[in-house]
């Protein structure tokens, strides 16, 4: 793995934060492309979506890490802000960033679904960018592994399964599919619900060959607030399915 991409003296670039950097910027270049074509959105306004987001996420993914692995940064509480070695809880970036961007969408009197239509498949791309950071760094790591694609981190004595790869490849999947619809579909609050079943499905999936994760009762603490996330993403399928056919009728 390669957790340092570049060094000057003591100043190091890690691969974690440009992989970060570059899904965000790839986002924000296609997303002002797509605003271009909208009616009710510039690309100033897009910037602005886009720091409520990143910056609420980050925080959130920051502190569900530090939550989970207190008892690591309780030793060392200085190391809560070196985020640039990677350490981000995705579901804790996703809670923060949906009130974060609730709140953006009301204070603008924007429609939510709107709002959440437009940016749901770049979230998937990020996130895409973001695990092949992890892996670069070499966290978030899979068990024991004996297929022929395990991969050996270092530190560790046996292979793992390298679950960064399989979520990124999931992730970027998921972008393809969303960012299609979207352009065809309008706004439904259909692709907001698909990316919410769509991530959790998978992320409860790939909890079962991830390590380290605390459990609550029979699942991981991940795997429950996938359930949730899921479960929250069907009710709002069955509900704009139902809003589009009443439209439809009427």
Known sequence: M?????????FHIYSFGVMIATGVLLALLLMTRQ??????????QVMDM???????????ARLFYTAQYWEYYRAEPLRVFAFWEGGLIFYGGLILGVIGLILYAKLKNYSV???????VPYVALVQGF???????NGCCGGKECHLPWAV??????????????????????LFAYLWNLSRRAGVTGKQTALYFIGYAVTRFCIELWREGNP???LFTVNQWISIGFASAGLGLYL??????MGRRVA
């Open 2 to 10: 390669k957790p340092v991409l570049l060094s000057f003296g003591s």
């Open 152 to 173: 050996h981190f270092p530190g560790h004595e046996q292979a793992t399964h390298p679950t960064q790869l399989y979520e990124a490849f999931f992730d970027f999947a």
């Open 35 to 44: 605003a271009r074509r909208t009616d009710w959105l510039s690309p100033d």
């Open 239 to 244: 509900y704009a399915k139902r809003t589009v």
């Open 113 to 119: 679904l709107k709002v959440f239509d437009f940016l």
């Open 215 to 217: 459990f609550l009762g």
């Open 130 to 136: 973001g695990r092949l950071g992890c892996f670069l």
């Open 50 to 60: 886009v720091f409520v987001v990143v910056a609420s996420g980050f925080l959130g």
